[in-house]
């Protein structure tokens, strides 16, 4: 079984910034997708950005400009960095890797923005 381990969420001010870091527990080489999703409770799981091998990326508009995802294939590790943060990105963040050889997801990491 492929553990993913997401790191980086905390709290911060609007207008910070965070990186948050998903750890594969084997090779992303083959990764097919790897993307960030949120979620606040009571609502629905959201796409907030996603990279398809070949290099595609794909954005939620309400990021586009401030968040960036990408990925290190050696270290096994996918990034969303965080710029600009607003307090309506508060949420519980996860990632999902697809590879060739399996599909996970994370157990999630918080972040905070206060106003």
């Known amino acids: 079984q492929v553990q993913l381990v997401e790191s980086g969420g905390g709290l911060v001010q609007a207008g910070g910034s965070l990186r948050l870091s998903c750890v594969a527990s084997?090779?992303?080489?083959?990764?097919?997708?790897a993307s960030w999703y949120r979620q606040t409770p009571g609502k629905q799981r959201e796409l907030v950005a996603a990279?398809?091998?070949?290099?595609?990326?794909n954005y939620a508009d309400s990021v586009k400009g401030r968040f960036t995802i990408s990925s290190d294939n050696a270290k096994n590790t996918v990034y969303l960095q965080m710029n600009n943060l607003k307090p309506e990105d508060t949420a519980r963040y996860y990632c999902?890797?697809?590879?060739?050889?399996?599909?996970?997801w994370g157990q999630g990491t918080q972040v905070t923005v206060s106003s």
């Open positions: 999902n890797i697809v590879t060739m050889n399996f599909g996970s």
């Open positions: 084997r090779s992303i080489v083959s990764i097919y997708s």
């Open positions: 990279i398809a091998s070949g290099g595609m990326l």
